[in-house]
Nanobody
Framework: QVQLVESGGGLVQTGGSLRLSCAAS????????VGWSRQAPGKEREFVAQ????????YYADSVKGRFTVSRDNAKNTVYLQMNSLKSEDTAVYYC?????WGQGTQVTVSS
């Protein structure tokens, strides 16, 4: 079992930045692919970014490429999402994922 605690969401103006954190406890963190998805109101949950456990390669949705950076700190059992140049369309609940486990979600609101 893996428990996930997310933090860092909030309200930010267009063009601003936020950093989300997701701390994991329970199982060996380094053996999991970790990442983030998001769900906007009235829409399905969509992939945002991930870091593969085997080689730490990163993958991004086209909509966030060049603006968001996903990273992991295995010593701290934490995955991060640095979000820059935020747009109103980035407004959503952001969920971290460690293997098949999901966090509770953190709200990100970008105001114009």
């Amino acid at each position: 079992q893996v428990q996930l605690v997310e933090s860092g969401g909030g309200l930010v103006q267009t063009g601003g930045s936020l950093r989300l954190s997701c701390a994991a406890s329970g199982r060996t963190f380094s053996q999991y692919t970790v990442g983030w998805s998001r769900q906007a109101p009235g829409k399905e949950r969509e992939f945002v970014a991930q870091v593969r456990w085997s080689d730490s390669n990163t993958y991004y949705a086209d909509s966030v490429k060049g603006r968001f950076t996903v990273s992991r700190d295995n010593a701290k059992n934490t995955v991060y999402l640095q979000m820059n140049s935020l747009k109103s369309e980035d407004t959503a609940v952001y969920y971290c994922r460690v293997g098949s486990y999901w966090g509770q979600g953190t709200q990100v609101t970008v105001s114009s």
